[in-house]
């Protein structure tokens, strides 16, 4: 019997990650597909993966499980050039931060193709191969959007590779509603990040930033390219998140202009109560479910 | 000779760090003055200084160094309550995170006492004595805003006590540029760590957020008596920028509407090399004397 394989698909911080993370998991080979030979060298010499080739087509025929960890658009072409080369009963996931634009893509595979949309919650400000770590994804969520023909075996078997790679918790939602969550908890924290950065003050204020700067602005180092697709498929969510900010923002500055202390005290004690209680609660929203 | 002696007004966490962290310079004692017998127990348990009191007026004869470690009205109260109380020749500091309104305040001194308004850059979102520690300060921004009377002597001694509590630099300026720097780089990021924490869907993003979300909303968790002060005394120059944050914002978000990727990249590109280049100048500003 041939060995079974994982083929992950672009070694990036997220992809490099993950190869490095899912080595050793069962009876799997685990084969890494690349662009460059810049990305190749390093990915050899970090061993990021069994096996190296250039040539993923090549390798999908014979491949388990195939995980898509280009930028969104390279995922979407991946999926409409290569619906028919994959292995029948093959399980295909992506890394990718939006998930119902790639879901829909992913609808051109064929019946026997089990495509289950993934978005590990790890990352880095910094991005390639050079950057990539196994550890990566430990005790960060893990969140799956199964597609309706997603099956219970395919589930299990994205249950276990998540227990190896060590994340904290599998989180399993709709794509929609993924997109809604993300765009407030994650793509709006980079709309803040690069608006504070934006500002013409920015190099002025050396010598005066603290914890606080350095930890809300440290996303701003983000892809361009990358981040300008994330935002562009996931537009009308984001923009109804940063509208609501832009008004929470307008409201505080207001009872700070009005000089009405006791109104602006119960504003930040309502605000900071509620970012207290959340930390206390941390795990037991009702989509979480906490598994393995 | 008598020996040299400290006191730190108020043991919360800054002023119980300080305390901490002074213990063994030159040849001074440090004393700090507490005002419930819960601190001053738990600051006897953990030594935060070589002597406690309760009683602050009667220490304030004998001393050569007077930090005050209280909320912004204690200081200002405790600077017009105390003002003939001070021994003549001494160096008076405090930690307040707003610098105008204190200095203003100062002024009620006599002639012989010397009045150096400081800022710690340093904190956590939690408070009290029992998150002080000496280690607090270790590589932070000392700012320090001298008014007209401040000796060479004086700021010699401040910077012999920041290099003592291990600070990463002294930075030496106005009080009003202070206050304008830091209502951008400080008191906006709390501004919108409670913006983004009064979202109504809050709790519904578990096991959605990242380190993104973690790292932007720490600060909501704030002590909303003392931010509502220290947001007031600094409220024009803190609308301001908050104002501008709205715009920034609302400019991306239209990006993002239009659906120009080639708009938004360029946007995302520019905040993205501002942060990049920002994080490599690190300790190059105009403002920063990276001294001892």
Known sequence: MEQKRILVVGLGLIGGSLAMALQGFEDFEVVGAVRS???????????????????????????????????PAGIIAFLQEH??????????????????????????????VDFIGCHPMAGKEVSGIDNAEGGLFRNTH?????????????LDLLRRMAEHCRFGDVIVTTPERHDQMIAYTSQMMHVIAVSVCADEGLFSCKGFEGGSFRDCTRVAALDPAMWTQLFTLNAPALCRVVEDLEGRLRQYRQAIESGDREQLHSMLAHASDRKKHIDLERARGDDVRPSF
Do not use: N
Request: proline content about 8%.
């Open 37 to 71: 030979q810049s990305t190749y060298d390093k990915a050899a010499a970090k061993r990021a993966a069994d096996r190296l080739t250039f040539d993923p087509a090549a390798e999908l025929p014979g491949s388990d499980v195939v995980i898509l960890c280009q930028d």
């Open 83 to 112: 619906r028919d080369r994959f292995k029948p009963g093959c399980l295909v996931w992506d890394v990718c931060g939006v998930k119902t634009a790639v879901m829909e893509a992913a609808k051109c595979l064929p019946e026997g």
């Open 142 to 154: 893990f969140i799956v959007t199964p597609g309706p023909r997603a099956t219970k075996e395919h």
